[in-house]
């Protein structure tokens, strides 16, 4: 029986995962990278050394042509893809910064883009250099291009299967020719065209490569560096005079004993423009508290507002919190940009 909702194509997915788990003994994250793989290349399983088996490479093909993907929408395909990863992450471990930016931030930092950007005819290029699968980059472009707005993306990540299922997602999703996709640790020189907004879901806790981090000016004199700083610095590096970045940061990020170096950096080169606390029930442990940030990159075309928009935002499942919020954020963007 063919997909037809995004409960029926993750069946099916999670059966090939599977499937092709036991076969090639691998991970379930290594599973689903080459599901995607195998189905954005003429929906076909590859085998490599005999495996997976005859038999078994038969019955990929069987479940691939049952996922009737080219027949979907394609929001069905990237829930589908999402439950997939979800799965992945709890079957697999993966660490915390390997996780995906949940839909319900992604979705509420499109919106804030869509109200900072109001023109609907500008053509935008959007980049994230923490990528991971995609799902934050995938919604902000989808919810610009449904406006009117013609869009171009960078997609950066150092791990190698979250750069592919991103990159074999967008392939799916019909994002690839929008989207160009980088596997490389983000802190070097990247080879990437500046950009009109940047989003990112940084990864927190302390970079390894002291011998790169001296080249930033958010690094410590001594010892290992925060990798959010460093982050937060290449962000803005790779963004356009006057260009927008709206990041998700630890909340406590303005708190700590080295605060003072990102600060000290950031009011030279960015005008902080809202400090957002995302609710604390969408995070398993307090101290992991995270907020949006929204900044400008300084040049002639930006303007720092009169009033920060600093605050809480409310439980996203309170839909009448959340519209007051909503409007709120309208009423100062309207005014304040």
């Not at 004199?221 to 006057?242: C, D, I, P, R, W």
């Amino acid at each position: 029986m063919k997909a037809t909702n995004v409960e029926s194509l993750f069946g099916l997915m999670d059966e090939a995962i599977k499937l092709l788990q036991t076969e090639a003994e691998l991970s379930y994250i290594e599973a689903l990278s080459e599901t995607l793989e195998n189905l954005s290349f003429e929906g076909k399983a590859q085998q490599v050394e005999g495996l997976p088996s005859n038999e078994a490479v038969e019955r990929l093909n069987s479940l691939y042509k049952k996922m009737n993907l080219d027949a979907l929408d394609k929001e069905i395909i990237r829930k589908s893809i999402q439950l997939t990863f979800i799965k992945a992450t709890k079957e697999d471990k993966l660490q915390m910064n390997h996780q995906m930016t949940p839909d319900t931030i992604a979705y509420l930092i499109a919106y804030f883009i869509g109200e900072i950007k109001k023109d609907k005819t500008e053509k935008l290029h959007v980049s994230d250099l923490a990528a991971g699968t995609g799902n934050l980059l995938n919604i902000v472009l989808a919810h610009l291009a449904s406006r009117g707005n013609e869009v171009t993306a960078e997609a950066v990540d150092n791990d190698d299967l979250l750069i592919s299922v991103a990159a074999n997602s967008g392939s799916l999703m019909g994002l690839s020719e929008k989207i160009h996709y980088t596997h490389s640790d983000s802190l070097q020189e990247l080879l990437i065209a500046p950009s009109d907004i940047m989003v990112s879901d940084f990864p927190i806790g302390y970079y390894p490569v002291n011998e790169r981090a001296k080249n930033y000016k958010t690094a410590f004199s001594e010892g290992n560096s925060f990798a959010h700083f460093l982050m937060f610095e290449q962000n803005v590096n790779y963004l356009k005079e006057s260009g927008w970045g709206i990041f998700i940061v630890p909340s406590d990020i303005f708190e700590t004993d080295k605060s003072s170096v990102l600060m000290g950096w950031l009011k030279e080169n960015v005008h902080i423009q809202a400090f957002l606390s995302l609710p604390a029930d969408l995070f398993h442990k307090n101290g992991m508290k995270k907020s949006i940030i929204i900044v400008q990159k300084i040049g002639e075309k930006s303007l720092q507002a009169e009033q920060v928009l600093l605050g809480e935002i409310p439980d996203l499942k309170n839909a009448q919190k959340m519209q007051s919020f909503l409007d709120i954020f309208h009423n100062w963007s309207a005014k304040m940009i």
